[in-house]
């Protein structure tokens, strides 16, 4: 009897312990931007209209895409400025040989020639979750008008985080010099929608000094895979507004170094909750992502 007592004395101190372990975990919650990598790639083919649509359906606040050209001019959504053989089919249906695939040079066919290759077929292992269906490579003007659309369906704004691919050795060769870049993009963008709806963001710091220079209004991020954060301030000779590291490179004195300029930090691409949680923690702006489904979870509503 006095043990049973015990035991039920201390089932209210058990259960309050519970519930406040679940009032904790519950309110551990972050605002922050939450950016659909390519979309959603983890659960659609990657830069096209359905994972650009799968990604606003889940709610993010941006969407982030990349840009090439073709030959005659036309700016569409691209990670590489050729068919990748690990997610395109040709215009015949068959498999590209990953050796020969920088054959199929985007800025040497037009956009009909393009719009052929189906990129949403072809089972990628990376991503297990996506969706497959037959998709192409879209128009920038045509995601821009598909965002907007459901935009005003759904009143929510959404932000475009566009990436403008480009290296030196490509010049004239997979793309335009950045000069001719900057203005093809920026004249279509200023034609489409709101300009302050917009960052851009390049690897090529080439490009993001001629933005700064031509559109010093315009809202920028550099993006960095290897380079410390002083080292990329400097070789990029002016501070931008956001900072987008690979995010293994991100400590919590690297995102305090950066608040302390005013710059916002947003790393690439987390996928792991784990990892969402930590770079959370230290602080972080927003979370570029290929599973924003996942991202949800950690997101104050």
Not at 101 to 125: A, L, W
Not at 158 to 186: R, T, W
Not at 199 to 205: A, I, P, R, T, Y
Not at 252 to 261: P, Q, W, Y
Request: aromatic share 8%; proline share 5%; hydrophobic share 40%.
């Amino acid at each position: 009897m006095k043990y049973l007592l015990m035991l039920l004395l201390t089932l209210p101190t058990v259960n309050a312990q519970t519930q406040n372990d679940k009032a904790i975990s519950k309110s551990t919650t972050y605002k922050f931007d939450l950016q659909g990598h390519r979309g959603a790639r983890g659960l659609a083919p990657e830069n096209t209209l359905q994972a650009f649509q799968k990604a606003l359906e889940l709610g993010v606040n941006t969407l982030e895409l990349d840009l090439a050209v073709t030959k005659d001019k036309q700016i569409i959504v691209s990670h590489e400025p050729w068919m990748n053989a690990d997610i395109c089919l040709d215009a015949d249906g068959n498999d590209i040989e990953k050796a020969n695939e920088k054959s199929f040079n985007i800025y040497q066919m037009t956009y009909e020639e393009v719009k052929r290759f189906d990129c949403g077929s072809k089972y990628n292992p990376a991503f297990p979750e996506q969706k497959l269906e037959s998709a192409y490579k879209p128009l920038l003007r045509e995601v821009l008008q598909m965002a907007d659309s459901l935009r005003k369906n759904h009143g929510k704004e959404i932000a475009y985080n566009i990436e403008l691919k480009s290296l030196p050795e490509g010049d004239d060769l997979f793309h335009p010099k950045p000069s001719e870049f900057v203005k093809m993009v920026m004249d279509l963008l200023l034609e489409e929608t709101d300009i302050n709806r917009v960052n851009l963001q390049s690897f090529d710091f080439r490009v993001l000094k001629e933005l700064h220079k031509a559109y010093p209004n315009v809202k920028l991020a550099a993006l960095v895979y290897n380079t410390d954060f002083d080292t990329a301030l400097n070789d990029l000779g002016f501070e931008p507004e956001i900072y987008s590291p690979y995010f293994p490179l991100v400590n919590k004195k690297l995102v305090a170094e950066a608040h302390e300029k005013g710059i916002q930090v947003i790393p690439w691409t987390v996928n792991e909750l784990e990892q969402m949680k930590t770079l959370l923690k230290y602080g972080v702006d927003g979370l570029i992502t290929d599973y924003p489904d996942r991202a949800l979870k950690l997101k104050t509503k």
